[in-house]
């Protein structure tokens, strides 16, 4: 009951679940078992919790949420801030068959009444700091769900709540939590998850490729809202026993440097854009990573060039890979010991790839496609939209938006998204590979390129570049800038101009958005 095991090979591993498998009992109730009771699983600046407060307060939170009148298959939104109250609700929802849906804290008033129509939801549940858009969105949407609740509301009701809850039977292939996707390029979609997808993320990327431990430390700059930070800051150390420090603040260099130095972290995990802001930040010294074994990147490709900075900092150089909120987390990646310049990495071990050309066939190694994507955490559906589903997920593959090429040796290069790539005098150009070249300028700290049509309505690229110093930018610095490119891009690829920003677009888990740029 409530068991899985790995078969297969190490190449080819295989996750073997029991006919009874409801996630919550090995990622909360096993620890108890195992002798973790007093371990601190959470570290913040306020408070730590041990695995045996954890497991007694995702039990008195569930049935605080379920004696609201909630039933299995329901779903509760959650606009929760990284906080120990997370955990208490996503598990306790899981644990009672309810359905939790995390979303993104950082939306608007519209984003938030879209998804509550979308989802159906019967409950919001929601931090204070985010009651003005959450409520504005309230306001407007056709029907209110029953039931709309702040956090501190749940903690009254917690409080005189039973410390035992029954973990609701269930299978590894039944509905578990709901993810929102960005919605960068059009409203957000419900990304459906199965029990199973949690521990395929966590056994087969965090242990089998990241090396995680039960005597690692966490620190995710990434929100747990995001896929990424879902894993990273509370799935990961939950499935090996390891600990997690959260913020509920928005991550600054100064955040960031405050609690790396305090709690000293074992493994970090951050966004390049993230890596490059601390990086030009004046406090940063060597000793505040001087405890990182592991470094994680992803949300977007890292440049050759902060790999280098960040390896005079840093011991532990920076593994970076690619997932998605469909598949939850990361599905190639680079290792510790395995790191290949400008490269996602290979293909994380129980996952399956293809690159493709629009017409579905495969493409020569070397030559650019559409990457295609099968493993045991990928979703199988969107949420109310069959039209997307039927057109992302075909034959069991999902497209996922990726343009990418592999070599022989079976790395992984990223190109840019496939609505993203620009075509240059009829050469496709990756915005990624000129963003790379910008960026080695000293003074640039940001980049982004986006497509522009010059006066004959063709089009070239286009860059938008942060300094490390605004005060800087000049018509002399951009020419400097052009010609660095035009030295070490082919002659068509460098930026045709340059415009300079204080800051660029992105999304709140740190993705540059080019559409706005365009």
């Known amino acids: ?10 190449e080819h591993p295989e996750l073997v679940f029991s006919d009874n498998f409801n996630v919550a009992v090995p990622l909360i109730d096993r620890h108890l078992d195992e002798g973790r009771a007093d371990k601190t699983v959470i570290y913040t600046a306020d408070e730590e919790v041990t695995y045996r407060q954890l497991a007694e307060r995702v039990n008195k939170w569930g049935n605080a949420i379920s004696g609201l009148g909630l039933q299995p ?18 598990w306790g929802c899981i644990k009672s068959g309810i359905i939790p849906v995390p979303l993104n804290t950082l ?64 299978s590894a292939t039944s509905e578990c939590f709901w993810l929102y996707s960005s919605g960068t390029t059009g409203e957000p979609k419900g990304v459906v998850h199965v029990h199973r997808d949690i521990i395929a993320t966590c056994e087969l990327y965090a242990v089998r490729v990241l090396g995680e431990t039960e005597a690692d430390t966490w620190f995710s700059v990434p929100k747990l809202f995001f896929a990424y930070g879902l894993g990273c800051a509370m799935t990961f150390p939950l499935w090996v026993g390891g600990s997690v420090v959260l913020d509920p603040r928005r991550p600054t260099p100064e955040t960031v440097t405050e609690m790396a130095r305090r709690f000293k972290p074992t493994i970090f995990a951050a966004v390049p854009t993230f890596y490059a802001a601390w990086l030009a930040h004046a406090d940063f010294k060597k000793a505040d990573a001087a405890t990182f074994r592991r470094c994680v990147s992803g949300g977007e490709a890292l440049p050759t060039d902060l790999q280098t900075q960040w390896g005079k900092m840093c011991d532990a150089p920076i593994c970076d890979g690619i997932g998605s ?21 290979k293909v994380v071990p129980g996952y399956e790839l293809r690159i493709a050309d629009d017409d579905g066939a495969d493409v020569p190694v070397g030559e650019q496609g559409r990457l295609l ?23 069991g593959w999902l497209d996922t938006g990726d343009t990418y090429y592999r070599d022989e040796d079976n790395y992984f290069y990223y190109s840019g998204r496939n ?3 620009l075509k240059v005098g009829g050469i496709w150009v990756s915005p990624f590979e000129i963003e790379s070249a910008l960026i080695e300028h000293p003074q640039v700290l940001e980049a982004a390129v986006v497509g522009r049509d010059d006066d004959a309505g063709l089009v070239k690229p286009e860059a938008w570049v942060v300094l490390k110093d ?9 020419n400097e800038i052009q010609e660095q490119c035009k030295n070490n891009l082919a002659p068509y690829k460098y930026p045709r101009w340059i415009k300079f920003t204080d800051d660029l677009p992105k999304t709140a888990t740190g993705k540059i958005q080019r559409f706005k740029l365009r």
């Open 470 to 478: 605004s005060s800087e930018q000049s018509d002399a610095l951009a």
């Open 73 to 90: 298959g329901q779903r509760v939104l959650m606009v929760v801030k990284d906080c120990p109250e997370f955990f208490y609700i996503f």
């Open 419 to 421: 609505d993203d790539m």
């Open 1 to 10: 009951m409530n068991s899985v095991r790995v078969a297969g090979t190490p």
């Open 373 to 395: 994507l099968k493993g045991p955490s990928v979703t199988e559906t969107y949420w109310n939209n069959p039209e997307k589903t039927a057109k992302t997920i075909v034959d």
């Open 107 to 170: 939306l608007r008033a519209k984003d938030f009444g879209f998804i509550i129509e979308d989802s159906g939801c019967s409950a919001v549940l929601y931090s204070p700091e985010f009651a003005a858009e959450v409520e504005a969105a309230l306001a407007d949407v056709a029907k209110t769900p029953d039931h709309v609740i702040k956090v501190e509301a749940v903690a009254e009701l917690a409080e005189t709540a039973s410390t035992e809850l029954a973990a609701i039977e269930a």
């Open 325 to 345: 909120t469909e598949a939850l987390h990361i599905y190639i990646s680079n290792t510790v010991d395995d790191v290949r310049p400008l490269s996602s990495g």
